[in-house]
């Protein structure tokens, strides 16, 4: 993509995916788009009306017969005119529209273009053309329903209400700075740390809340692992509610890491069941279980199962201190169908039969709780990494003004680089290659 300057030339995409039957959208975007609908349709289309019109070749020769948009500048999406062809959607006739738009003078558009110019004309903000992409991408109903939110600017609002009481402290300090002999006395009379305090805990807030957002939109991998035959593949087909992987009493059953996606109270849940942990001479099954640790290396949470019957052994000892020290882990003892559970050795997080079902609603609830997900949360709005580690970085700049509470000059920096901080977010303070890279991410015709 050519950099984020507005683009003054018209883009086209296919907007919907073509396939079998249903119709088909052509988005076309730019800055003055009467004279191409009338050279597309032969026709003057009513603002905002669909008319049922000939999509025109150069011939003059009907391409399709479809209802066409005109979303004159600046009540449209982007902002910009806007044109809509609504074709018969098959791959072939979809296709020739849009190349009738590019002898027509447009080019195509670049992924998330559309997203883009809606943004750098104002039509949204950042936080708000990243939901359009995670709502498109969302992969359960309430990573959707999260999305809806903040694309109708939730989390946008809580920023800016950020944003705001920051600029009223800053301007305060700022106001000051002239006066370098009442420092001392002006940060206690305007009660500069309440006001940091408050701004403070309302970050707080914002940050748990985009971190339950960021956890609807990611997911979390869950690896299962173990010693051979202790469960895993029992446990994955138990979770998916499918025969996933092949399960026998051979120990060494599982060679390729397999991977389900599940999801609990809409939190999708990334599943990786992986090949039993142990030395082996086959070389076959040694790759197998390298494969296990590569896994493991890349999990939110690990599952270390144990079969009940045998107990935790020197063996699981090896294998949980292999496990990267900050990784968060359950020591699941599976099979206590097989057992008297007065008998069992206590070294346990959690007791369940993968056959039987036992256990597997707590183990559920234990996984939501050890990755931070609250039960029962209705106003969810979806957030990224990206959005985090913003707020992370102004709570770092916060922190530090509080350390300069000696030098008015040092806290007013503080504060204007934590107020930087938060702009990347909605994208008033963005720099334009980061920009660029957001939007490449989006796909083709948003
Ligand atoms: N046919 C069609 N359906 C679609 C879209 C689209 O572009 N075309 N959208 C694409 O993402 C989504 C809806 N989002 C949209 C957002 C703003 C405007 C728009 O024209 N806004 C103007 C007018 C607002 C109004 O009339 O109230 C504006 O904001 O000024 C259109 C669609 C989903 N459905
Ligand atoms: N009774 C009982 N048997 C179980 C339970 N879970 C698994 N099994 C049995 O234990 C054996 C091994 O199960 P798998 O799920 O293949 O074990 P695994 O850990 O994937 O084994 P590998 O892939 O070889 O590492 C099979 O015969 C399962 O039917 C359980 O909760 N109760
Ligand atoms: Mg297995």
């Known amino acids: 993509m050519d950099g984020v300057a507005p683009g003054n030339d018209t883009i086209a995409a296919i907007a919907t995916a073509p396939g079998r039957g249903g119709i088909g959208v052509v988005r076309v975007s730019g800055p003055s788009l009467l004279p191409f609908a009338r050279a597309l349709s032969g026709r003057e289309p009513r603002p905002r009306h669909a008319t049922l ?5 150069r011939a003059g020769a009907p391409v399709d017969e479809g209802l066409l948009i005109h979303f004159p500048a600046p009540a449209s999406f982007t902002g910009e005119d806007v044109l809509e062809l609504q074709g018969h959607g ?3 006739v ?3 529209l849009l190349e009738r738009c590019f002898e027509l003078g447009a080019r195509p558009a670049a992924p998330g273009e559309f997203s ?3 943004f750098l004309n104002g039509r949204m903000d950042l936080a708000q053309a990243e939901a359009v992409a995670d709502l498109i991408d969302a992969s359960t109903a309430e990573a959707a329903r999260s999305a809806v939110r903040s694309l109708g600017g939730e989390f946008s609002q809580r920023i800016e209400g950020l944003r705001d009481e920051l600029i009223d402290l800053r301007m305060l300090v700022e106001a000051t700075l002239d006066f370098p002999e009442e420092e001392n006395d002006f940060l206690q009379q305007a009660r500069a740390f309440e006001r940091l305090d408050a701004i403070e805990s309302r970050l707080d807030g914002v940050l748990r809340a985009a971190g339950q957002g960021a956890l609807l939109r990611e997911g979390i991998r869950v690896v299962l692992a173990g010693l051979p035959n202790v469960g895993k593949s029992s446990l994955l087909n138990r979770l998916s509610g499918e025969e996933r992987a092949i399960v026998t009493d051979i120990a060494g059953t599982t060679r390729d890491v397999l ?12 599943l990786v069941d992986t090949a039993g942990l142990r030395a082996t001479e086959n070389p076959v099954e040694r790759i197998g279980v390298e494969r296990s640790w590569a896994e493991i290396a890349k999990a939110d949470v690990v599952v270390h199962l ?3 019957r045998a107990g935790w052994s020197p063996a699981d000892d090896e294998i949980d201190a292999r496990l990267p020290s900050d990784l968060p882990r359950l020591r699941v ?12 050795d206590r070294r346990h997080d959690l007791l369940m039969s993968a056959v039987r079902g036992d256990g597997i609603d707590e183990l559920r609830r234990k996984l939501l709780k050890i990755v931070g997900w609250f039960p029962g949360q209705e106003d969810v709005f979806i957030a990224r990494e990206r959005h985090l580690l913003a707020l992370r970085e102004t709570a770092g700049y916060l922190a530090t003004a509080r350390d300069h509470a000696h030098s ?8 204007r680089l934590a107020h930087d901080a938060l702009g990347k977010i909605t994208g008033a303070f963005t720099p334009d290659d980061l920009l660029g890279v957001i939007f490449s991410r989006f796909c083709i015709g948003k």
């Open 53 to 57: 019109v000939r999509f025109l070749d």
């Open 333 to 344: 003892f599976n099979k206590v169908d097989l057992v008297d559970e007065a008998a069992l």
């Open 116 to 118: 883009q110019r809606a």
């Open 408 to 415: 008015l000059d040092l806290f007013a920096e503080e504060l």
């Open 259 to 270: 991977r389900e996606t599940i999801q609990i109270e809409g939190v999708p849940l990334h």
């Open 306 to 308: 144990v079969d009940a």
């Open 94 to 96: 979809m296709r020739l």
């Open 90 to 92: 098959g791959p072939v």
